[in-house]
Nanobody, 128 residues
Framework: QVQLVESGGGLVQAGGSLRLSCEVS????????MGWFRQAPGKEREFVAA????????NFADSVKGRFTISRDGAKNTVALQMNALKPEDTAVYYC?????????????????????WGQGTQVAVSS
């Protein structure tokens, strides 16, 4: 079992920055993929970014490329999502997720159904 706990959400003005953190506990593997998703009211949960637990490879949704970065700290067992140049359309509940299956070297899971473990979410609100 893997437990995920997000933190760092809040209210920020457009153009500002926030850093979300996901604390990971339980049994993990270098084959895990860690992802961030978001869900706005009335919309489906959508992929934001992902990183291999082993480090290095990352993947981003087109809507956040160049503005968001994802990183992981193996010593602290955390995954961070740095969000810069925030826009009102980034407003959503952000979720940390873990995919425990081996996705291969080049494939990144981007659908929520591909992830096994989820955090409780943290609210991000961007005002215009």
């Amino acid at each position: 079992q893997v437990q995920l706990v997000e933190s760092g959400g809040g209210l920020v003005q457009a153009g500002g920055s926030l850093r979300l953190s996901c604390e990971v506990s339980g049994r993990t593997s270098k084959y895990y993929t860690m992802g961030w998703f978001r869900q706005a009211p009335g919309k489906e949960r959508e992929f934001v970014a992902a990183i291999r637990w082993s480090g290095g490879s990352t993947n981003f949704a087109d809507s956040v490329k160049g503005r968001f970065t994802i990183s992981r700290d193996g010593a602290k067992n955390t995954v961070a999502l740095q969000m810069n140049a925030l826009k009102p359309e980034d407003t959503a509940v952000y979720y940390c997720a873990a995919d425990s299956s081996f996705s291969g070297t080049y494939y990144f899971p981007t659908h929520p159904s591909e992830y096994d473990y989820w955090g409780q979410g943290t609210q991000v609100a961007v005002s215009s």
